[in-house]
């Protein structure tokens, strides 16, 4: 049971270039996120989805796209990389949504962009 | 509007205790509690629900006081491993959207 995986685990991109996080969950659960974490801040809401299906805005969505492709699989993508984009992206997932359930989060994709 | 942890830093002995505190200015429906180790990823503590139900893990207890939007969580005889930041995620409005506050530092020194 591996839980909740990222890949890659480092990035380095230019600015203007694209590319897409990809995180996959192994424990069936419903919901899916997506946060950035900047050094010193907590975690930022990207984009989450509830159900296979649904996808929804969370608190800072400018600049990123996602994509639930399954069940299992919910990717983030930059079209175009911004140096205000250099962060740690965190992948979680949970049973549900809403307050009773808890979520586990992935190991972590850091990205800096030059 | 990010909910506010105090204090933003703290630095114990072995076996000392410590609260944390995380004050909202909205209404809440829930509270997450998490811990994070450098490096790592935030791994779940405890969950207080509007209503008083509580779900997280045996050894450590927190509060949710929905009129005052406060939540506080206790460590209690603090061991080396419980060094962290430590995050508290809120739910408002039934929105299912969490914010997390800004993190409280904790050291716990032998």
């Known amino acids: 049971n591996a839980g909740v995986t990222q890949t890659p685990k480092f990035q380095v991109l230019k600015t203007g270039q694209s590319m897409t996080l990809q995180c996959a969950q192994d424990m069936n659960h419903n919901s899916m996120y997506w946060y950035r974490q900047d050094p010193g801040m907590g975690l930022r809401l990207i984009y989450y989805?509830?159900?296979?299906?649904?996808?929804d805005k969370g608190e800072v969505p400018n600049g990123y796209n996602v994509s639930r492709l399954n069940k299992r699989e919910f990717s983030l993508r930059l079209e175009s990389a911004a140096p205000s984009q250099t962060s740690v992206y965190f992948c979680?997932?949970?049973?549900?949504?809403?307050?009773?359930?808890?979520?586990?989060f992935g190991p972590g994709t850091r990205l800096t962009v030059t | 509007q990010q909910p506010v942890q105090s204090p933003q830093a703290v630095i114990l002995r072995e076996g000392e205790d410590a609260v944390i505190n995380c004050s909202s200015s909205k209404a809440l429906y829930s509270v997450h509690w998490y811990r994070q180790k450098h490096g790592e990823a935030p791994v779940f503590l405890m969950i207080l629900l509007k209503g008083g139900e509580q779900k997280g893990h045996e050894k450590i207890s927190a509060s949710f006081n929905e009129k005052k939007q406060q939540s506080s969580l206790y460590l209690t005889a603090s061991q080396l491993s419980y060094s962290g930041t430590y995050f508290c995620?809120?739910?408002?409005?039934?929105?299912?959207?969490?914010?997390f506050g800004t993190g409280t530092r904790l050291k716990v020194l032998a």
């Open positions: 989805s509830a159900s296979e299906g649904t996808t």
């Open positions: 995620g809120t739910e408002s409005g039934g929105t299912y959207k969490y914010i």
């Open positions: 979680a997932s949970s049973e549900g949504q809403g307050g009773g359930h808890e979520q586990y």
